[in-house]
T-cell receptor, first 114, second 113 residues
Framework: AAGVIQSPRHLIKEKRETATLKCYPI?????VYWYQQGPGQDPQFLIS???????DKGSIPDRFSAQQFSDYHSELNMSSLELGDSALYFC?????????????FGAGTRLSVL | SQQGEEDPQALSIQEGENATMNCSYK?????LQWYRQNSGRGLVHLIL?????REKHSGRLRVTLDTSKKSSSLLITASRAADTASYFC?????????????FGTGTRLTIIP
């Protein structure tokens, strides 16, 4: 079965640079979530989209933005990168409206800011 | 963590033994889920228990939920070396549109062969 695809898997950037992370949800899933996991930390919710509209927002810095496109893939754009942005970034997708809110996670993008 | 704490934070047991991890949360929930994460990898959904359920089984996994104490436990029976991973509980809210997952701090489980 198709899973959530994230690209790239690894990304190395310098401070103040920009980065774009991509996420392709499971086919027919209508909701995408982005999470950030710092070293040794639990995943923290950043933002979510339902049917291409932002549905919820968490602790996402103003330097970050995201959108979901017509084909349901999503991109997380990160600007003015800081050392503290180094983390694993996960995308998850789900089918909203079901009784169970099971979110399926991608393998993540490991961002290193030098 | 904004929502819950898990204990223990690290657990090492011999292969074949049972492993129990606990999780507490703070707000009203719709579901509580357990996820597993191998080092630096993605999160894999293990089991979900709804707020009106008290116990759930899936293979070697047993989850309990006590909403009065806002706590849950995950039991892995007959542990195997391949169970070595970090385990997170995650809750989602009651309201439609509040499905984001709030994770606990995780338990790092090491199975000693």
């Amino acid at each position: 079965a198709a899973g959530v695809i994230q690209s790239p898997r690894h990304l190395i950037k310098e401070k103040r640079e920009t980065a774009t992370l991509k996420c392709y949800p499971i086919p027919r899933h209508d909701t995408v979530y982005w999470y950030q996991q710092g070293p040794g930390q639990d995943p923290q919710f950043l933002i979510s989209f339902y049917e291409k509209m932002q549905s919820d927002k968490g602790s996402i810095p103003d330097r970050f933005s995201a959108q979901q496109f017509s084909d349901y893939h999503s991109e997380l754009n990160m600007s003015s990168l800081e050392l503290g942005d180094s983390a694993l970034y996960f995308c998850a997708s789900s089918l909203r409206g079901g009784i169970k809110n099971i979110q399926y996670f991608g393998a993540g993008t490991r961002l290193s800011v030098l | 963590s904004q929502q819950g704490e898990e204990d223990p934070q690290a657990l090492s047991i011999q292969e074949g033994e049972n492993a129990t991890m606990n999780c507490s949360y703070k707000t009203s929930i719709n579901n509580l889920q357990w996820y597993r994460q191998n080092s630096g990898r993605g999160l894999v959904h293990l089991i979900l228990i709804r707020s009106n359920e008290r116990e759930k089984h899936s293979g070697r996994l047993r989850v309990t939920l006590d909403t009065s104490k806002k706590s849950s436990s995950l039991l892995i029976t007959a542990s195997r070396a391949a169970d070595t991973a970090s385990y997170f509980c995650a809750t989602d809210g009651k309201n439609f549109g509040n499905e984001k997952l709030t994770f606990g701090t995780g338990t790092r489980l090491t199975i000693i062969p």
